[in-house]
């Protein structure tokens, strides 16, 4: 008995921790009850969701930059979102989080417009998919995708449409050098850029030596898997 109620809770914990892509909409359902069996957010890089399926959501996207909104279910979790383009991405090779955020809370989480790389290869009609991984303070990965088309017409949310509730993030630049001297430059520089994405606040410096082993390696992992 006391087994089952451990694995119980262990379970529990485990669909806690797990989020949702709200906007654009997840190609599948990967959170809660109704989840199709071959589908887990521990798969990278999309839940085991596959890009070729006919009733997937296709969101039409600002060809400048478009909205993210996240169903956070962690107290703390690192946020990276990846951009593919084409329309069967295996290969989610542009980071649009520069290059990732560090949240904290548990609620929603909205960026009106994520700043997209400078000379994107796209145009109106363009197929293109999102990859938004979170990763916990034990370097655990999590993954979901939503596909999107690049429209000239289309809209960022706004106003009510793009709220962020009981959850507050900045963005984490990382430095390469590992000098004392150099990382607090790093973090002077960090605080004054002004390329943060959306309505973020002031960026945070860290030096890559400064994370934890742990996490340290799934942000190499990410982006090895990602490029």
Known sequence: MFLSSALLLAAAGVANAHFGLDYPPMRANTLGKDVDPAYSQWLHPCAGVPSNLTDSPKTEWPLTGGSVKLDLRHQWTYVFINLGLGSDVSNFNYTLTNPFWNTTGNGTLCVEKLSLPADLPVEDGSPASLQVV???????????????????????????????????????????????DDSQGSDDDAADDSSTPGNAGSATGVNRVALSSAVALAVVFVFGMSA
């Open 134 to 180: 979170t990763l916990d303070d034990n370097g655990n990965a999590l993954y979901n995708c939503a596909d999107i088309i690049f429209k000239a017409d289309a809209k960022p949310l706004e106003g009510d449409d793009c709220k962020t509730v009981g959850v507050t993030y900045a963005p984490i630049q990382v430095s390469e050098s590992s000098d004392d």
